[in-house]
């Protein structure tokens, strides 16, 4: 028997089945590529940058700016591209940006959840349906003949689809659950490297060496600096 011919005899709940298996399907690939690419440069990203801000800012900012395609690049971006932030609002950027990018991360999920959910509801559906099918053609005076052999039959090829609603809850589940570990991963990751990163900026900041503060002009000016010292000429008018 083979696969069409068992999808046939699996009855109408197949058809929904094999929509929700494709649909999982898709987000699994999708999403093994997207774990693949990111475990295999993050920790390195990570590293680099907290390296080169323990010696210079602005070095450390430029590496984060040139990683933006990786997720922990536009993390440690997010406040690194800022222009002399508050300690808070370093802090607060980092928080915010942890946040859209791990609900970036949960993409696919409910799909995923969906299936697991759904999937046993329909092979059971599929099988009751079909014993109900196979059920109503028994006639008392059939019983104990050959023509139970074809009832049984039917009993048994009812039973595909929930077999099937299985097969399919339990890859998706079993995929859920190891993207679910991975993101917890990131998490820790981020607030890791989110914290090493605040301390430095924290220390700098008390130190009074101000990182991130390249560009003062205006009314950007450090207190301290030139710029800060100079103050608008004010011209007073005369009476004539």
């Known amino acids: 028997m083979n696969i069409a011919d068992t999808f046939a005899k699996g009855g109408i709940a197949m058809y929904p089945l094999l929509l929700l298996s ?6 699994i690939i999708e999403r093994v ?16 940058v907290l390296e080169a801000a323990r010696r210079d800012w602005d070095a450390a900012a430029d590496v984060a700016s040139r990683a933006t395609d990786q997720p922990i690049g536009r993390f440690l971006n997010s406040a690194l591209g800022m222009q002399t932030p508050d300690p808070e609002v370093f802090k607060l950027a980092l928080e915010a940006s942890a946040d859209e990018e791990l609900a970036a991360m949960r993409r696919g ?10 999937a046993p509801l329909l ?15 028994i006639r008392l005076g059939d019983i104990g003949t050959s023509a139970t052999g074809e009832v049984t039959l039917g009993i048994s090829e009812a039973l595909i689809s929930t ?5 399919v809850a339990i890859i998706a589940l079993a995929f859920y659950r190891v993207f679910q570990g991975l993101l917890s991963g990131q998490a820790k990751l981020f607030q890791q490297a989110g914290n090493e990163l ?6 700098d900041w008390a130190m009074g060496k101000r990182p991130l503060s390249t560009h003062t002009s205006g009314f950007n000016a450090l207190p301290g600096s030139s710029d800060a010292n100079v103050s608008p000429e004010i011209t007073e008018a005369t009476p004539e």
Do not use: N, P, Q
């Open 123 to 137: 092979g059971l559906l599929g099988t009751v349906l079909g014993l109900i099918s196979s059920l109503s053609t």
């Open 22 to 27: 494709f649909l999982s399907l898709s987000v």
């Open 163 to 167: 077999a099937t609603g299985l097969i």
């Open 109 to 118: 999920d409910k799909i995923l959840e969906a299936t697991i959910a759904i």
């Open 33 to 48: 590529w997207f774990w693949w690419k990111m475990l295999t440069r993050e920790r390195e990203i990570s590293g680099r």
């Open 198 to 203: 605040e301390l430095l900026y924290r220390r």
